[in-house]
Structure formats: structure tokens, C-alpha cells
T-cell receptor, first 111, second 112 residues
Framework: QKEVEQNSGPLSVPEGAIASLNCTYS??????FFWYRQYSGKSPELIMSIYSNGDKEDGRFTAQLNKASQYVSLLIRDSQPSDSATYLCAVIGSNTGKLIFGQGTTLQVKP | KAGVTQTPRYLIKTRGQQVTLSCSPI?????VSWYQQTPGQGLQFLFEYFSETQRNKGNFPGRFSGRQFSNSRSEMNVSTLELGDSALYLC???????????FGQGTRLTVV
């Protein structure tokens, strides 16, 4: 079982729709979770961090965390073509302290 | 506030050579992590340094090594380069090990 799992996609949504990106993790003791956005040919950019169960909103982005289900998600409201990128879920291991990434989900927002 | 700076941005090396990559973290950040990114494997953790000490190491051969200096700048070295080492090498800095990490622009290494 991979430490952090994401559906590779591509996830295709029309402009203005809500994009929902999901991630599961194996380390039940993990406490820190992050979402990064990576445009083709660029380095990952941190867009959200979440540490507590529930929702955290920042502009058009909402991160959701459910530690009991070991599940993290990212919702992007009013999706724009500029949101088209690969979204990486990352988790800090409880014993190792390592920041481990999923394979990423490619999002395509169609005008 | 300056971001994470990686040098060089691009490198072409021949099999068997060695290479050194450099990373200057955000001012005040003491943790530096290195990652290898390839299309097939995604972002793979190489190692993490905090206050000049290696705290974590990924599953890479001993040809991959690193160090951190007293000013938190870090270098990673790859010896006896192989074709499969061609990748984007990314450095990320954070205040401490368990806080948000910010990436540099990366070094694109091509081994021919």
C-alpha cells in the first residue's frame, strides 16, 4: 500500500464548476497535510495546509480532512482554465517526519 | 522575502561523472529537504537536513549524498551518474521539520 494515494486522472471539469480532488494516506498518526499545485515544467507551489479534522477555506479553495477515514480532499470552486495543473497531496509521517507526496492528480478545466 | 534558490537551473552531465547541486533556503528556515521528480515515479524523498544534521533519508543508493552548512544552505551530490538519474531535483525549505515546506525552482539534470 502506498503511503499517499491519489487518482492520477485526468479529472476534467467545465469552467465554473467545482473540482474535487481526493487523497488517502496510510499513516494513521499523521497530523500535517498539504496540497500543492504544480504547473507543467514548474516546481510545486503550496496552496493549502490542514491540521485538524473538518474544513479549511481559503478563497476558492477548501481543504477537508477526516483523520478517522484517513482522507484528505481539496475542493476548487468556480474552476478556471488557469487552475489546470497537477495537484499533489502531501503528508508528514508521524514517526519519520518525512513529507511524502502522492503521485498527483491532473486537473483539466475546459473553457 | 527571498524564496528558495536552487543552482544551477539546468545541467547536462555524462554517465560516470559526479554533480553537486545547491539550495539556499528561505531566510530563517532551518530544514531543507531534497526530492527527485521523474515522470514515472513522481516526487521521491531523498533526504532532509536540519541544523546541519541529516534527519531523514529516502530509499536511494549511497551515490546520493548531501550536507547542510551552518547558514542552512544545503548541497546534494550524486556520484557515478547513471542515465536513470536524469530528473528534476527539487529542494524545499521549512521553518522546522513539521511545518509548511516551500520549493525552489529545481535543477533539471540530464545525464547523457
Amino acid at each position: 500500500q502506498k503511503e499517499v494515494e491519489q487518482n492520477s486522472g485526468p479529472l476534467s471539469v467545465p469552467e465554473g464548476a467545482i473540482a474535487s480532488l481526493n487523497c488517502t494516506y496510510s499513516d494513521r498518526g499523521s497530523q500535517s497535510f498539504f496540497w500543492y499545485r504544480q504547473y507543467s515544467g514548474k516546481s510545486p507551489e503550496l496552496i493549502m495546509s490542514i491540521y485538524s479534522n473538518g474544513d479549511k477555506e481559503d478563497g476558492r479553495f477548501t481543504a477537508q480532512l477526516n483523520k478517522a477515514s484517513q482522507y484528505v480532499s481539496l475542493l476548487i470552486r468556480d474552476s478556471q482554465p488557469s487552475d489546470s495543473a497537477t495537484y499533489l497531496c502531501a503528508v508528514i509521517g508521524s514517526n519519520t517526519g518525512k513529507l511524502i507526496f502522492g503521485q498527483g492528480t491532473t486537473l483539466q478545466v475546459k473553457p | 522575502k527571498a524564496g528558495v534558490t536552487q543552482t544551477p537551473r539546468y545541467l547536462i552531465k555524462t554517465r560516470g561523472q559526479q554533480v553537486t547541486l545547491s539550495c539556499s533556503p528561505i531566510s530563517g528556515h532551518r530544514s531543507v529537504s531534497w526530492y527527485q521528480q521523474t515522470p514515472g515515479q513522481g516526487l521521491q524523498f531523498l533526504f532532509e537536513y536540519f541544523s546541519e544534521t541529516q534527519r531523514n533519508k529516502g530509499n536511494f543508493p549511497g551515490r546520493f549524498s548531501g550536507r547542510q552548512f551552518s547558514n542552512s544552505r544545503s548541497e546534494m551530490n550524486v556520484s557515478t551518474l547513471e542515465l536513470g538519474d536524469s530528473a528534476l531535483y527539487l529542494c524545499a525549505s521549512s521553518l522546522t521539520s513539521n511545518t509548511e515546506a516551500f520549493f525552489g525552482q529545481g535543477t533539471r539534470l540530464t545525464v547523457v
